[in-house]
């Protein structure tokens, strides 16, 4: 048995119904025995909770539980941000392209878990750009917008929504009827789906009995958005969308995530075949790209300086990888948003894909 695992010592108990979960205080348990495994470590404790008995291993508070594999958790996670596509990753890892994919999606609900629990939750010390940007899912008749919102000083990317866009711009008219019968067989996108989207991100991020500038383009759509909030909005600027996008730029923060999401991101290339067929799966390697972005990338590369969250004073340092993902995070300690609760269980629904599979947890 390794010395990481002879010493492990759980802190609350595992299961979601025990009162010891939540706060451990008073909470008491025993070790019993262990089992064996084929990856290292290959010695696993176990213990049990002597109030309502039941049994749990240090793995149990690992992120990697429950995996054959879980050596290729963080070299997926960097090769995911190095604009590589599934199946370029499971070839340099000798693995199934559906390996790469589950263990994508593990990430992706565990990178929306670190950063609801780091975000700060209070009055927000800094005024916010928000912007989207497109893609789209499951083919170029589908587009997606994602609405994100930054921080004008430390980029620090707050969170994000998404909406249903309806194809637009120049089309042949074989493409128009395709994009007809579509819309007859599948419906049309919600017109509103941006004005309901924008509102909802900036709902959970303004705290009620608080006020912040905000600053974004001149989308006809912000306006209406912006109007159920009207109490929180200490200042709205807009910025025309043809001024340069250079540092002097008010929306240089949003502009620049924009531009870092697709050098980084294979699926958000303007041309590409790595697009994602689910806007769920977007959403999931968005949040790792999240993570990655606030924790991990320095906020100059030349520098090598501060990254967004240690500008902002939510850490004291940049994090390495391995450290984002060695604890376990439990969805039955992390409070979520309703919007980011759909995210988590997997409910963003592509119309072209009915019965995407949703995310029902059993013994996790």
Known sequence: MSASTSQFSP???????????????????????????????QRIPRFLCLHCRRSFSSQTFSSTYFLKRPDLLEPLFLRLLACSGYRQIARALDVSPTTVLRQTIRL?????????RLRPKGPLREPIA????????????TPVHFHVAVGTGSHFLYGFTD???RRKGRMTEAQRARRTELERRLGRPDPRSIEREVCELLAMLLPEN??????????????????????????????????ARTPQNPLFPVNLLDLLVRHSSANHKRETIAFS????????????FAVWRNCVK???????????????????????????????LFRSRIALPERLRRYYDREAQTRRIPNGQAYGMRLA
């Open 11 to 41: 802190s609350f108990c595992p299961a979601p119904k025990c009162r010891f979960h939540g706060d451990s205080r008073g909470w008491r348990y025993k070790r019993k025995g262990f089992y064996t495994r084929r990856a290292a470590p």
């Open 108 to 116: 992706g609900r565990h990178c929306l878990l670190f950063h609801e």
């Open 130 to 141: 928000f912007d989207g940007f497109e893609s789209f899912e499951f083919s170029q008749y």
């Open 163 to 165: 909406s249903e866009l």
């Open 210 to 243: 608080s006020r912040a500038d905000l600053v974004s383009d001149e989308h006809p759509a912000y306006p209406r958005a912006l109007r159920p909030l009207r109490g929180r909005i200490a200042a709205h600027r807009t910025v025309a969308s043809r001024v």
């Open 277 to 288: 067929k689910r806007r769920q799966s977007a959403a999931e390697r968005l949040w790792i």
């Open 298 to 328: 320095s906020f100059s590369e030349r520098k090598r300086d501060a990254s967004p969250a240690e500008r902002l004073g939510l850490l004291p340092r940049r994090l390495a990888v391995h450290e984002i993902l060695e604890p376990r």
